[in-house]
């Protein structure tokens, strides 16, 4: 039996090292103990026009009332705001997705996985070692996840040993980040047990091989995931097409500019179903100068309506 | 705002002429206005074996009745039939089907777009003013839609920038189509908007940009879907494997085939369920002479039973 | 009519001899009458350590009770003990599940196609001649199915003409194995007819097309499925990753191992939920000796449990 | 040895029309005998810009002194033209080459196969008897090939049976071409018996088969060949990357264009060899004032001895 | 150093018994120690039709002459002659070729692999060492090549762990066989090595691993090479497009084909070459009366010729 | 043509800073001004046991003496050192080879691409601006390259946009490299050019278009191509199969145990040649001691002449 349990974290490899800051935190010494390595100043400098608060770490924290409104988006009006603003590579798609009805919604904590080398492991184990750690399992970077936290990990699509969680670790992230989420350009193991666990996950493929043959070689760092630079920090919205990584300084305008669509996707329907219209008359914006005020009035109201029903953002 | 929704047409480009028949009937004058033309005396010729009626345009026009018996058939029994008569490539699968359980049945409306080339787009254009049109959307095409028709798109697989409509123009398409349906040969946008809309939908991918990059070169055309020649007017019938197009002259044929494949399976499983027989007793056909001579006497009533509920078809 | 049923079995291709045994049952003289023979005796002296009883062919018959606790098995239980154990290569994915909720549990009854080869088929065709045979269907190893069983057949991948059974056929299995299943690395016709019966099934597609161009070359020989080399007999567990095929020989340890699993998992996620732990305290063993003690007598507490509620295994 | 020869043209189905013109000049009526038509006026139409001749059939002649200069064409000089002129879709790859180090140019004589109906194949062929000419070949279309054409084929990919010609017609073309070349979505036979043969070709797959399954739906019509809509006519130059096609109207800009990138080429590989500088204050464009100044006399005196020792054009 | 050469072996896992026969001769006794077996009765059965000797271990032995005349063969001239007789499933591709100008050819000697699977490997090394052999390795199959002989092995397609030989034993193979050549859905070691070795070689992929994972099933029984059913003794011929294995009874018949269709190709690039006629005019077969008497008068005495200059076969 | 020599460098992205160590060296301040940093300390940290000088950014520095005889290395003899001390993860193929018989031989020089993302790409240009520096260019991560170094790149697979160098860069890389090469998970533009330079490449695509839509995130840190963690400095040797990266700490027992198996393989075709042994009895290694006794011979007196005839190393 112990060889049974103890064959789910052999495999592992993970160096994270933690500094006692005096106080009752603990934040992760990433500076040194990892081979790939982002300092608080990296993401205060690389994320400096995020206009929200912080975490400990640095990484931008977008509030929980934008989490919130963020959940009725859908990709198309995220879109919309991304290419305007010059952000055409921020979404990934062709994963498998866990509870396709279910929206994804959260702030990303990037892991970074790397082909196991053993010359580059062993110094990053003795350097672990050197800040008074003994050899580290994954978990230890499951173990900073926070309520909110989308865990977003790049395994380099692998299957076989490139399961980042099995059952008991996707509940216990579920538990750890109340419910936010899991993507993963890799894969997952017990697919049957997770399935029966209520939080939106994203993964390539499923396998019952544990972890294995990598090293975590970075933890809140920069990280690529199909064609995407995911930033730590970033909002991640996901929906059955797939997953959009926006940067914490659109957040506003998206949600903002979904309202319109939102609207004017309403009064395009409303006026479909009137049956008294082509759809080039109305899709797109109204042809007729009547109809267009009459759209435009209905924008204001509805607008106004939704923004009364809302508090502060 | 404006830009937002902007956004979803500007990269369109479609061309289309109409002309005003002296009447109420607006029929498109696709003879010179798209780069590929089919008039309405070549769709005459192509299908002059269909017993049926046709539209104004010439497309054949299987009558309602038989779309409704068609909505009972399965992948096998139109196979059959097709095959019995030579017709070997009439099947296309490898679609993401948004409703698998819902059947897709209606008469083919042909759409045929080519990757967008600037001076043959010009000049299409540049015909289409001279027939008195400004520059025209790509639902202009849609706007032409018939009740029962189900829109099949041939955009050569393409994926980024090959989505024929996101929910708003899916929903039209409902409403133009009385619920007909969509074949696409590329992609959708609004995955999530569009499995809220009940119509039955067969597509490569869905993917978040707007359709763009290409130019409409064809309205009722003969096109191409996979490994399937479709002719405007063709029955096109969908189950969870894939979509056949059924040529309107074998229309009758298939379905009356389907009658006596139904009754045939019918008495299968319930000499199955007797629990007496081998598979090889019964499967294809009965071996005993009594046995097949029961099963003749089964099929020729229930054949009459079936009829004799059915109006004239 | 009689044309379109016949198309049903005219393209299928097999040859099998039974032997009468001066006895009621029927045993398959395979040794003489396929391209690829595999004895009793060579079904005896490969399976050798296996503790249960046999089918009258000699495949191993593992108990039923033992096929009931298997149905709570799950991809990780089964793969810690293979792998304990040094079997790396019994688990095949990539399929198609019709009914991926239900777990697939039975006895491997093994079949295995080539593609037609005239010359080799004609000889085949001479032999059960010989034996007194007229020229035999597929179907007729679908006839030798028994209670448990599960269908797995090498069909090499093959999609078009490579479907082993549609709605009837799939409608027989489904009785003859009272619910056991299918596993082909092939395909299946009718799949919106296959949809609606309630057997577990694992394909790699659907296609309307009914099986061809293929001979059938063993019955109950050693096939391979993806990676695996499956014999006949291994007990077959199917879930939404994939299927294992485990040797009978070690069963009995992977359903005992998978009861300390189920525990340990059952206690990993009560610490979760009471909150007070980070993962790496509690995942995989419990790191504080009095936390594990805790475990340990939980586990034996549980374990007694279980026993005392089940029979003799 | 009759069936042996006979089994090569079989399963071609081509439909064309001659008509005699009451000249020497033999024209294909390619209005009502093919399923898609493109007429001469069409052809004028769309390609009323280009500045050269044209065949009796309406096809843009880009000249012969031109053809010449275009073997010197590579991939790079050509995209930095298009892509200038917001032409991107003009690219196609994927291709096996014959002969990869022998430069492919010509001009575009388009063929179009669609998979076979006989319904619709059957229509055609009545129409080509109509015009007093018996079942045809595809060797026809062939055989109206002229000095300096490329063969371009749209069989949609298709291997088996998709083969658009053997050893023996590859000859044919050569000679008839004056060894323009063939680019074929779509397969070839014989390629060993090819290899031998000095023309250059590019096409998807080489397969024993000959052509089968389908039908000839258009010759010099526009085609799709991957991401690129090509007109009859149009400059094919093709590389060891893959294939151009080039609208005439744009071709004496390109090989403009090439003379200046092949200088400056030129030139910066010098100044490279020189070893006296970094890539980055040479390569684009030369960083310092006198360098500048350096290379825009070279420039000069480079194009006017370029100039000088060519021809008209 | 031990340790470098050791690995090349140990993975390895074979399994084969010989039986000292009284006499010089070394015959493996197939029957016991194998999975899969096929007896030398099993053989001259299902070959009963092949005209020529045997060998020893009843495998059809094509003369020596016929080999000789086979080298001339290209895909297309088997093609003919296969597919009137109804073979179609006799070729197979998708191979990297080592030499693509070298012909392939020789006499099919096979070999079966399947993945590794403990029990049934320990079985069959028991057998093997009931006949007295030590723990064997795979090169003793390839010590029963004999001169002429191709080996066709099934690896199922494994790359990794799935090499046959290395350069070390593709040179004894070319040695064994006198340069008869390989052809393996599997892949080969030392690419770079085997390239200096003049022998044919088909194969899927290079890898630096060695073989390992999988077991020896088989020593010429039937095995399937991507659509084909590979016999031992059939005449393998590989060209630039894949290779054919042609069943011995057709030999004959395929090479005589092959000098007709010689002579006509011979003789259509001769009309070509006059210029004087369209490709419709002469290919397939002539269409004027008095050019086919001149085709036919040029094919007798060509045929003639051939033959005169030609021994026994 | 500004406009057409422009556009090779408009859509390139590079954040690169110098500082000037008040000598004549210049050095790049890797640490502040791109995204992913790895400084010199980390470099040294990480490959502390490299028993080699180092160049001024801390790059171990194999000596030339091992460049050279590297040369003679292959795939093979790479792979038994590594596998034996457990570096399994070191080989990447899938490669397009540019000169497929010429090796590839150098010290890796890493660039590490993204996806572009203007918020970090503006951070890191505003970095660059602070040091004193105008935008940069990527040729200037190329005008680092030393004499001996191998250019080994990350772009994630990018095909189009992802073309790291042209015909122009690639002629700068081997002239500041002499000859050293390149390897990149990305492509090439103009083929053709660079066919015609003699420097060795592997890439996965060539491609039109100019690099695009990425930014230049890491010089000489930490990259991940396919399976293998590429360090800076790692000796890089490719040939016909893929690229070996071996770590500089175990490059001496790479080569001198490439010299071991040199001799066997030669000793193993002699007497393979001698033609009377099978190849169980001499390969892997030989069975008969006397025989053993012989090769042991051999070896040594090999090894002495081979060390005899070589300086130093």
Redesign the interface.
Known sequence: ?????????RRASAVLVFCWLGGALIVPCAIRAQ????SKQDLV?????EPFERFADGRPKVPNELLERARDL???E????L?????????A?GFTILHPGKPLVGRAFTLQF???????DQ??QQ?AKEHGLAR??N??A??MLQPGDVLVVDL?GKKVDGTIV????F??VM??THGGGLVVDGSV?????I?EIDMPAYFRA????PIG?V?L?GIN??I?IG???V?PGDLVVG????VYFI?P?LVQQVVD?AD??HI??EW??MK??E?KY???EI???PKDPALKKEYEEY?KKRLDEIRKGRPGL
């Open positions: 039996m112990i060889t049974v349990i103890f064959r789910r974290i081979l790939i390595t982002f400098d690389y994320t400096a026009k859908n990709s198309e995220i879109w919309a705001t290419h305007e603003k010059g952000y055409n590579n921020q979404f798609d790397m082909p196991l080398r053993q010359d580059v110094v990053a350097k580290l399992m978990q230890t499951i173990d380099f099995g059952d008991n670790l509940y216990y538990q750890a193991r017990d697919l049957q047990g399935s499923a396998d019952p091989t043959n090293m070689t760092v920069p690529r064609g995407v630079t930033m929906d059955s097409e797939g940067p300084a500019n319109v669509i004017h996707d395009t329907r479909f179903e049956g082509k759809s080039e899709y797109g914006t924008l």
